[in-house]
C-alpha cells in the first residue's frame, strides 16, 4: 500500500489503498486546502518528481526538496560527536540524502518546531534505526503517521544533549518550539526558529503570526510568552526556516527589538 503526501503541506499520512479523505494540518485555520481541492501524491510518485539537495545554510548543513515542494522548508543537521541532530523534516527521503547524513557522522535524533514541517520524519527516523523524533504532545492532534519512535515531549524545556536544549515557546502552534544551540557559530550560540518567530525578509527582525497564509497575527500575551522562554539564552545567530532565512549575527538584540517593535504595532491605538 502507498504512502500519501499532502500535496499542500508536504505530511506523510499512513499506508492505505486510498488517499485519505481529508488533511487535519491543511482544514486548521493556520493553513488551508489548496485551491483545486484536495491533492495527494503517493510517496514513490513523490520521488520520481522531486529530489533532495544538500548543502550548506550558513555554515550548517542542510537538506530541501527541489524543486520545492509544499511548504518549502529546509531541514538542518547539527552536528555532535555521537552524530547528529535534525532540526525540522521534510517530505522526502532518498537514499544519496541518506549518505550524505552518514558523510556527517550519522543521525541521533530528529526534533520539529511544529505540525507544518512534520514531513516524513517516520521516513528518515528508520533510514537511520529508528531514532527518536521529538514532536511537543500538545500538538499530538496533527500527526498524520503515527510511529513508534516518536517522543511526545512535554513541558517547556527538553535537553538532547549538552549543548542543545528544546523550548516550548507556543505561539503558531500549542506546543511551538525552538531549539537552542549553546555552542553554535564558534560558541556564541544559535537560536533555530522555525517559524515560530520567522526570520523577515531584510533579514535584520523576527516577526511572529498564528497563521501565515490566512494573515492572523500573534497576540500580546503569546509573543512575550515567547520572548520570556527565550530571554535567558544567549545566541548571537538565528536559523529560520528556509534557505539563507537567517541573521547571521547580533541575533539576541535583533530578537529583543523584534518583539518591542511587533508588540509596539498590534498595540491598540485611540
Not at 77 to 88: F, I, T
Not at 114 to 124: E, F, I, N
Not at 185 to 191: E, I, Q, T
Not at 214 to 227: C, E, F, K, T
Request: hydrophobic content about 45%; proline content about 6%; glycine content about 10%.
Amino acid at each position: 500500500m502507498p504512502l500519501w503526501t499532502c500535496f499542500q503541506c508536504g505530511a506523510q499520512f499512513a499506508e492505505s489503498h486510498e488517499p485519505p479523505s481529508a488533511c487535519p494540518i491543511c482544514e486548521d485555520e493556520r493553513q488551508y486546502v489548496n485551491w483545486n481541492g484536495q491533492t495527494w501524491l503517493a510517496r514513490d510518485e513523490l520521488a520520481k518528481q522531486h529530489r533532495l539537495v544538500c548543502r550548506d545554510d550558513l555554515g550548517v548543513p542542510g537538506v530541501s526538496v527541489e524543486p520545492a515542494f509544499a511548504i518549502g522548508q529546509r531541514a538542518l543537521l547539527l552536528r555532535e560527536a555521537d552524530g547528529c541532530v535534525m532540526w525540522d523534516c521534510i517530505p522526502l527521503l532518498t537514499e544519496a540524502a541518506v549518505s550524505y547524513v552518514r558523510a556527517l557522522g550519522g543521525l541521533k535524533a530528529i526534533a520539529v518546531s511544529h505540525p507544518h514541517y512534520y514531513g516524513a520524519v517516520a521516513d528518515w527516523s528508520d533510514a537511520f534505526g529508528g531514532v527518536p523524533i521529538y514532536l511537543h504532545g500538545d500538538d499530538r492532534a496533527f500527526v498524520t503517521r503515527p510511529h513508534p519512535a516518536i517522543v511526545p515531549w512535554s513541558g517547556d524545556a527538553l535537553q538532547l544533549s549538552g549543548d542543545i536544549r528544546l523550548l516550548r515557546t507556543g505561539g503558531h502552534f500549542a506546543g511551538g518550539t525552538m531549539l537552542h544551540w549553546r555552542t553554535g557559530v564558534d560558541g556564541k550560540g544559535a537560536l533555530l526558529v522555525g517559524d515560530i518567530a520567522t526570520v523577515t525578509m531584510d533579514r535584520r527582525f523576527v516577526s511572529f503570526m498564528y497563521s501565515y497564509p490566512n494573515y492572523i497575527p500573534l497576540d500580546a500575551a503569546a509573543v512575550r510568552r515567547i520572548a520570556e522562554t527565550v530571554g535567558p539564552f544567549a545566541f548571537d545567530r538565528i536559523y529560520g526556516a528556509w534557505w539563507d532565512r537567517n541573521i547571521a549575527s547580533g541575533g539576541k538584540a535583533a530578537f529583543d527589538a523584534s518583539v518591542k517593535r511587533y508588540l509596539a504595532a498590534i498595540a491598540a491605538k485611540d
